[in-house]
């Protein structure tokens, strides 16, 4: 199975920072993956899909990019509403569609 | 509006099992899939598997293969998710989720607000 690594797993930023999150891949996985976002006792919410594409709705202060074996997800401008946790996902259908262990962005 | 609702939770006992469903609404229900993925309390996401609700076919991860079997009833728009044999450490929010399948690639764009599960002796 693909392995996918988050770092930092936990990150601790003001309004306004720039965040950026990387996921990286056990193997090569194209640009076959995406990007949720959880907050507590809540679902999880697409925000992008085959890495960059970002979902309808979701704020533009919200980018990914990346190829291959590393991703990242970056906030150009943290909002309150954003502090949450992070996950990446596989998404090739072919595969077990594997989940990153998470990051938690907390307030500093 | 397109929406998921789950079941209500459920305790169960080691070795029992259990049905989660999880009715759609406000789409086509057979244009897409429905993948399940849960969360063990304090834990990440660990995806389950998915099914067609076109023509059935299933992906399960491999560590439930045995274990979990995912179905659905066109009729009423219905996605099940039964896992037997259950165990201490099947106690999880299980999630539904619709996934979108295209060109290989496949995405769960709305979600379900998550079944309880608990299993205790």
């Known amino acids: 199975d693909i392995q996918l690594t988050q770092s930092p797993s936990f990150l601790s930023a003001s309004v306004g920072d720039r965040v950026t999150i990387t996921c990286r891949a056990s193997?090569?996985?194209?640009?076959?993956l995406a990007w949720y976002q959880q907050k507590p006792g809540k679902a999880p919410k697409l925000l992008i899909y085959a890495a960059s594409t970002l979902q309808s709705g979701v704020p533009s202060r919200f980018s990914g990019s990346g190829s291959g074996t590393e991703f990242t997800l970056t906030i150009s401008s943290l909002q309150p509403e954003d502090f949450a946790t992070y996950y990446c996902?596989?998404?090739?259908?072919?595969?077990?569609?594997?989940f990153g262990g998470g990051t938690k962005v907390e307030i500093k | 509006q397109v929406q998921l609702v789950q079941s209500g939770a459920e305790v169960k006992k080691p070795g029992a099992s259990v049905k989660v469903s999880c009715k759609a609404s406000g789409y086509t229900f057979t244009s897409y899939g429905i993948s399940w993925v849960r969360q063990a309390p304090g834990q990440g996401l660990e995806w389950m598997g998915w099914?067609?609700?076109?023509?059935?076919?299933?992906n399960y991860a491999q560590k439930l293969q045995g274990r979990v079997t995912m179905t659905t009833d066109t009729s009423t728009s219905t996605a099940y998710m039964e896992l037997r044999s259950l165990r201490s450490d099947d106690t999880a929010v299980y999630y539904c989720a619709r996934g979108i399948a295209a060109a290989g690639l496949y995405y769960m764009d709305v979600w379900g607000k998550g079944t309880t599960v608990t299993v205790s002796s």
């Open positions: 193997q090569g996985i194209s640009s076959y």
């Open positions: 996902q596989q998404l090739n259908s072919y595969l077990p569609l594997t």
């Open positions: 099914i067609s609700a076109y023509n059935g076919n299933t």
